[in-house]
């Protein structure tokens, strides 16, 4: 089965830089999922076969139940050490960004990112990326960054040196990101790969059991709360929604990760197409952050640009309001109406 992205130019030119670089930069997005850090962990251990010199950088916290992932104790965060991450980025010749496709998504490290004098390279999956970059790889088509990740070191000649560090990375990006291969994931080649990474070994079940079988008791009381007393169901809209406040998470000591993917569990009853999910910022006031997700034939990232100032994938999209968890409440009910009008 062919596997290859890159035509001839682009192949080139990725083997290039990376052949002449040294001092390395890896980054991904604000609030890295098992996407972004699967594919920052494997991508970096790669260009460390090769001997580079490579650090991670990443905006801030990642969800607790993806600190098993190999090569964790090496990142850097921004938030942690600011100075240490503007260093790099200014010191490298190259700054790899993966999984985002506006420099606005890494948050507060965007203006340390915009001033790196380094060439940036992106590889990525969202739709129309802005990312001022010497080489753009992008299809929004894949299931994952870490599907493209893995087809590019493929097609590099690399299979043989992906070690499991680099497996297990990736397999954790395009199970997560794909919500355990339930969407986005119709494609059979990315079944041959996880044909491949099994051919070296990885233990898809343990990996599986390591991220959804690992959350504390309270989150998995907080998740049972939002879904008995938060959840707002709209049958004839074949829609849901619900809402967290820092009153929720306080009660239930909640900790980063644990209302991951909680947004797709609505579209588990039956006539539902559509979900989407609010939380207040735990420190900024008047900050909601929105999580759409809806099933075929259904679409939510047109939702998620005219209500939500966001966007993202047609059955899984993102953003974010200035306002009150109550006004959100009032948007989205409004945001229902219109999906129940236009179709989404």
Same mark, same amino acid.
């Given at each position: ?10 192949? #080139? ?22 996407? &972004? ?29 993806? %600190?098993?992932?190999? +090569?964790?104790?090496? =990142? ?13 980025? #200014? ?13 606005? %998504? ?5 203006? &340390? ?33 870490? $599907?493209? =990740? ?6 590099? +000649? ?5 070690? !499991? ?43 599986? %059991? ?10 998995? %009381? ?27 998470? !306080? ?9 991951? +993917? ?9 006539? =539902? ?9 735990? $420190?900024?006031?008047? !900050?909601?952050?929105? *999580? ?12 998620? !640009? ?9 059955? &899984? ?6 306002? *009150?968890?109550?006004? &959100? ?14 179709? +989404?």
């Amino acid at each position: 089965m062919n596997l290859n992205l890159l035509d001839d130019l682009q192949l #080139q030119q990725l083997q290039t830089i990376i052949n002449e670089s040294n001092n390395i930069v890896v980054c991904c997005h604000k609030s890295p999922d098992g996407d &972004a850090m699967g594919a920052t962990l494997a991508w970096t251990e790669y260009l460390r076969l090769l001997d580079k010199q490579v650090t991670m950088a990443v905006p801030d916290a990642f969800p607790d139940f993806l %600190r098993w992932l190999p +090569g964790v104790e090496r =990142i850097v965060r921004y938030d942690k050490h600011p100075d240490k991450v503007c260093d790099a980025l #200014q010191k490298a010749d190259t700054v790899f960004c993966l999984d985002f496709n506006e420099t606005h %998504r890494v948050a507060d490290m965007q203006e &340390a990112l915009e001033q790196s004098p380094a060439r940036k390279v992106l590889i990525d999956h969202h739709l129309a990326p802005t990312v001022p970059a010497l080489l753009t790889i992008s299809f929004p088509d894949m299931s994952s960054t870490c $599907e493209l =990740i893995f087809r590019i070191l493929y097609q590099m +000649g690399a299979y043989e040196m992906m070690n !499991k560090h680099i497996l297990v990375s990736l397999y954790c990006g395009m199970m997560t990101d794909t919500g355990g291969f339930t969407f986005n994931s119709k494609r059979p080649e990315l079944f041959y790969i996880i044909g491949l990474m099994m051919e070296k070994h990885i233990d898809k079940d343990k990996i599986y %059991r390591q991220v959804y079988s690992n959350y504390s008791d309270w989150c998995i %009381r907080f998740r049972g709360y939002v879904m008995y007393q938060k959840l707002n169901v709209f049958a004839h809209a074949h829609a849901a929604f619900f809402s967290i406040t820092r009153e929720d998470m !306080k009660r239930f000591h909640y900790v980063k990760g644990d209302a991951e +993917g909680l947004v797709n569990e609505p579209l588990r009853i039956k006539g =539902i197409m559509l979900s989407i999910s609010l939380r207040e910022d735990t $420190e900024i006031d008047n !900050k909601v952050w929105v *999580s759409l997700r809806s099933v075929d034939p259904a679409h939510c990232n047109n939702l998620a !640009k005219l209500f939500y100032n966001g966007g993202g994938h047609a059955n &899984a999209s993102g953003g974010q309001l200035s306002c *009150s968890i109550e006004e &959100a409440e009032r948007i989205t009910r409004q945001a229902i109406k219109y999906f129940t009008e236009n179709g +989404g």
